[in-house]
């Protein structure tokens, strides 16, 4: 009996070390799982009854074939190039997509939603699905996995995933203006990232074990809000919604630093304020030629529906531009930001 269970043992492993041996890479990491918002959708929006869509062109124009697949970019986004970065697939598909067979859940998912925020006020206003409602859409996910492939397989899934949740943008750019009789700026902010550690507690709750969460950007430095209000002629980057932004960041950071004591598994902040704020005042240094516009339309308001094919200014060559419209960096931007990263912080979930 005793036997028995040893070479079966020895079987197993076998059979693992030659399908890793096969897969040539890591197998650690069997599928990648994004929350949030514009940054990481890869195509959430598009039935949605929102104006906050783009799978339309100019959107696109860098993905692989050109096409507009709803991700706010002229390329690939985050999703996409991390998914990529973990040996899983070149683009992270969108939960909602209605085509998705079983199979296609198994490397991950993007349940992101443009125009989401923490404050479950920023979905409600834009008609999108909150970071709360992607959860459930998550819950679901794991039974569609259960059914499909088992107890087991999920249950692997569910434990060794990379888990990453990017919000907070649009709460401190949009929502909080219709907040501001409740919340000072910090206290919002706090309210913020106190909600961001109640969601990681969640998701943790549901069996996740390897969670990032990116930091705020510099939000206040997008070309959409220097337009409005940066001053006519400077268009700086806005102050204080920067200064909005680093209290979410000193806020969430000691937070999840603690949190990754407390519970079991690896809880991860990931900044990348800093970073994107370097690019954004040095971008020769990184190879772009324009910090400030957008490449879509005028790159200084257009977005969404106002970046169209109907626009006629839209840039040639978007890999000069930090930012393919007035919200949005292009995927070249995406790409330097994610190869520093993810060497820094990857190396911790395997
Ligand atoms: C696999 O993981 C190792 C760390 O264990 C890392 O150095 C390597 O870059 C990873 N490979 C891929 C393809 O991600
Ligand atoms: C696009 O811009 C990048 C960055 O400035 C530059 O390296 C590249 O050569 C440009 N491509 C074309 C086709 O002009």
Redesign the pocket.
């Known amino acids: 009996m005793k036997l028995q269970m040893l070479w079966m043992t020895l079987i197993l492993i076998i059979v693992v070390e030659a399908n890793a041996a096969i897969q040539g890479k890591n197998v650690t990491i069997p599928a990648l799982i994004v929350f949030g918002d514009s940054i990481m959708d890869t195509g959430n929006n598009n039935n949605l009854p929102t104006l906050l869509k783009c799978n339309f062109p100019p959107y696109g124009k860098d993905f692989p074939g050109g096409f507009a697949t709803g991700r706010f970019s002229d390329g690939r986004n985050p999703s996409d190039l991390i998914a990529e970065k973990l040996g899983l697939a070149k683009t992270l598909p969108a939960y909602m997509n209605r085509n998705l067979k079983p199979q296609d859940l198994l490397k991950g998912v993007t349940f992101a939603s443009g125009g989401t925020g923490y404050d479950p006020l920023t979905a409600k206003i834009m008609s999108v699905i909150s970071v709360w409602d992607q959860l459930i859409y998550f819950k679901e996910y794991i039974s569609k996995i259960k059914r499909s492939f088992g107890e087991e397989r999920a249950k692997y899934i569910l434990e060794n995933s990379f888990y990453l949740v990017v919000s907070s943008s649009n709460d401190l750019a949009h929502t909080y203006s219709a907040r501001s009789l409740r919340y000072t700026r910090t206290s919002y902010a706090n309210f913020l990232a106190d909600s961001a550690v109640t969601f990681v507690r969640e998701l943790h709750k549901l069996g996740a074990r390897k969670i990032g969460v990116f930091s705020a950007v510099p939000v206040g430095c997008v070309p959409l809000q220097r337009t409005a209000f940066g001053g006519i002629l400077t268009r700086g980057c806005v102050k204080p919604l920067n200064n909005m932004a680093k209290q979410f960041n000193s806020r969430l950071s000691p937070a999840l630093d603690s949190l990754d004591k407390e519970l079991d598994g690896v809880i991860l902040y990931i900044d990348v304020y800093d970073s994107l704020f370097d690019m954004i005042q040095h971008p020769k240094k990184y190879?772009?030629?324009v910090a400030d516009r957008g490449c879509c339309g005028r790159g200084s308001l257009a977005i969404s529906f106002m970046c169209n094919s109907l626009n006629p200014f839209t840039c040639?060559?978007?890999?000069?531009?930090i930012f393919w419209d007035s919200y949005h960096p292009t995927e070249?931007a995406y790409q330097v930001i994610v190869d520093k990263l993810l060497d820094k912080y990857l190396s911790k979930v395997y």
Not at 316 to 321: E, F, K, L, T, V
């Open positions: 190879g772009f030629e040639r060559n978007s890999s000069a531009y070249r």
